[in-house]
């Protein structure tokens, strides 16, 4: 599954519940989420309609990287790619 192309980091944010992220605080139009699961981590997700297919691949693998899982593990329980 190719990574999706119009997502909004409101969506994101949501989506990112699911590895215990949860938002900590917002500055202009940057998102700091927080998950405590596996150690503390930290996220910027800017709040854009559109996040850009670079940053968002930079979140996917940001989170990956903290969980020790693959990229495409994280992908597939972002946005449900069975790959």
């Known amino acids: 599954m190719k990574t999706p192309r119009a997502i909004s980091g ?3 944010v949501k989506l990112l519940q699911h590895f215990g992220y ?3 605080r917002q500055k202009g139009s940057h998102m700091k ?3 405590t699961q596996k ?3 930290h996220l910027i ?3 854009h309609g559109a996040i850009r297919v670079g940053t968002l691949h930079r979140i ?3 989170v990956a990287g903290h969980f020790g899982i693959e990229v495409s593990q994280v992908r597939a329980a972002l946005f449900g790619d069975k790959n």
């Open 10 to 12: 409101d969506e994101l």
């Open 22 to 24: 949860t938002l900590d």
């Open 39 to 41: 150690g503390e981590h």
């Open 60 to 62: 996917v693998s940001e």
């Open 33 to 35: 989420l927080t998950t």
């Open 45 to 47: 997700v800017p709040r």
